[in-house]
C-alpha cells in the first residue's frame, strides 16, 4: 500500500493526516442526498493489462517475491512496465524515500523489446492504467514526462510551475486513459514536494492575521495576498491549516479544473469527490469535525463508486477512503470518541449517525456494518463491553493494516 495522498488520504489515511478549522466553527459542504450515490453502470471487466511507472531509481526486479531472489535488473525511475495482476501472498519490509513499507510484490514486465519478467517491490511502482490493451495510454508520451519530472528536483518550490508548464505544453490535449495518467503522475510529482519540500517554511514566516484563517477556512483567501503564497498558487499549492499551522497542501481544484473534462468517466467523479472532500475535512486536532451523518454520506459514495468501478486505476486509494470513513463510524477518533465519560455510554451523536444510516444505506455494506455495532451496543445497554471492544479491535486491526 502506498501512501494516500488524495484525502490525504490518502498511518492510513490521507483523510486522518488533512486538517480542517483553526477557530471559527465551519459550515460543512452538505453533500445533496441525490449525490451521495452514483448511477451504477455494469462493473467493468477484469483489466487485460496493468501499466505501472517505476517511482524510484534501480528497482530490482528479481526471479523470485523476496529480497534472496536473484536481481535480473533494475529499472531507472521513471520507466513503465506492465504486470496482469499477480500480487505476492508475502510482503516485506523495506524503506523507500526515507518512508518505511511493508508491502508484496508485483509480476511485472518490461515494456522495452527484451520484455523481461520477474517480481518488483510494489511500494516502487505507481499505476497509471488498468484496462484493455486497446486503450493503454500512449507510452512513449508518458516516457517523456518522466524523464522531465527526473530533471526537477521535489525540494524546490518551482518545480511545481515546471511539472504544470511541462503538461500545459505538450499533454495540453490528452484525452481519456492518457489524461488519467497525466493527472496521476503529475499529483503524485506535486504530492512528493508537499511530503519531502519544506515549503511549511514560506508560510511560517508569515504573520497570519485572524481574517486570514477565516479565509483559509473558507476557501477564499486571496493567494496573491502575499508573496509567499503567490509563489505556492503558482506552483499548484493552497493553504490549510490545523492546530494554529498554516502549510501549503496539493491544490486538488487547480488538477481538477485542468483534468476534469478530459479524463474517463471514473477518473472526473474520483477527482470531484475528492476536491469536496479536501474542501470539508474529516479531522482537527484528532476529532471528527463534519457531521457523523455526512462522514456516512461519504463512505456510502465511496462503496457505490467501488462497486460500479472494481478495477479502477485507483482502487487501492478508493477502497481506503471507503473502509476509514466505515472505521470513523464505528471506531470514531481519539477526540471524538463513541463513549463518553467514566459510565462508557455511547454518545448521542452516534446513536442518531447509526441510525440515519441504517435507515438510509441499510442495504449496503456500509448498513450492514453499522447494524451489527449498535445492535451490539443496544443489547449492551447502551455500554463499552468486551464484546463491543472486540468488534471495534475488529475495525481497527482492518483498518490499520491497509
Not at 526486479?61 to 529499472?75: A, E, M
Request: glycine residues 6%; proline residues 6%.
Amino acid at each position: 500500500m502506498k501512501p494516500i495522498n488524495l484525502f490525504s488520504l490518502f498511518a492510513f489515511t490521507a483523510i486522518v493526516m488533512l486538517i480542517a478549522c483553526k477557530n471559527a466553527p465551519k459550515q460543512p459542504t452538505v453533500i445533496p442526498a441525490s449525490e451521495t450515490t452514483l448511477p451504477t453502470p455494469p462493473p467493468s471487466p477484469k483489466p487485460e493489462v496493468y501499466i505501472y511507472m517505476v517511482s524510484v531509481d534501480k528497482l530490482n526486479l528479481r526471479d523470485q517475491s523476496n529480497k534472496n531472489g536473484k536481481v535480473i535488473t533494475q529499472f531507472p525511475l521513471g520507466d513503465y512496465v506492465e504486470g496482469i495482476g499477480e500480487v505476492s501472498a508475502n510482503k516485506e519490509e523495506a524503506t523507500l524515500r526515507g518512508i518505511p513499507y511493508n508491502e508484496p510484490y508485483f509480476k511485472v514486465t518490461s515494456t522495452t523489446p527484451d520484455q523481461i519478467t520477474g517480481w518488483a517491490y510494489s511500494a516502487g511502482l505507481e499505476i497509471v492504467y488498468a484496462g484493455p490493451r486497446t486503450t493503454i495510454p500512449d507510452l512513449g508520451k508518458l516516457s517523456s514526462f518522466a524523464r522531465f519530472l527526473k530533471t526537477l528536483d521535489v525540494k524546490k518550490i518551482d518545480s511545481g510551475n515546471k511539472a504544470w508548464t511541462y503538461v500545459a505544453q505538450n499533454l495540453a490535449s490528452a484525452q481519456g486513459t492518457l489524461s488519467d495518467a497525466t493527472f496521476i503522475i503529475l499529483e503524485k510529482f506535486l504530492f512528493r514536494m508537499e511530503t519531502e519540500g519544506s515549503f511549511y517554511e514560506l508560510t511560517d514566516k508569515i504573520k497570519w492575521m485572524e481574517p486570514d484563517y477565516e479565509a483559509i477556512t473558507n476557501e477564499t483567501f486571496d493567494m496573491n495576498k502575499y508573496p509567499a503564497t503567490k509563489i505556492l498558487a503558482e506552483n499548484g499549492f493552497k493553504l490549510a491549516q490545523g492546530e494554529g499551522m498554516v502549510f501549503p497542501v496539493v491544490d486538488l481544484s487547480k488538477l481538477g479544473a485542468a483534468f476534469a473534462t478530459k479524463v474517463t468517466p471514473p477518473m472526473k467523479n474520483y477527482v470531484e469527490q475528492s476536491i469536496l472532500e479536501q474542501k470539508d475535512m474529516i479531522l482537527d486536532d484528532d476529532g471528527i469535525v463534519i457531521p457523523l451523518e455526512q462522514v456516512a454520506d461519504r463512505a456510502a459514495w465511496w462503496e457505490k463508486f467501488n462497486l460500479a468501478n472494481p478495477y479502477f486505476v485507483l482502487s487501492e486509494e478508493t477502497q481506503n477512503a471507503q473502509h476509514s470513513l466505515l472505521f470513523f463510524l464505528i471506531c470514531g477518533a481519539n477526540n471524538t470518541p463513541v463513549f463518553q465519560g467514566e459510565n462508557e455510554l455511547v454518545s448521542e451523536d452516534f446513536k442518531k449517525a447509526w441510525a440515519y444510516v441504517q435507515q438510509k444505506y441499510a442495504e449496503t455494506e456500509l448498513g450492514r456494518s453499522v447494524k451489527e455495532m449498535s445492535d451490539l451496543v443496544t443489547t449492551s445497554g447502551g455500554k463499552r463491553t468486551q464484546k463491543v471492544n472486540a468488534l471495534m479491535e475488529k475495525y481497527l486491526a482492518v483498518d490499520g493494516g491497509r
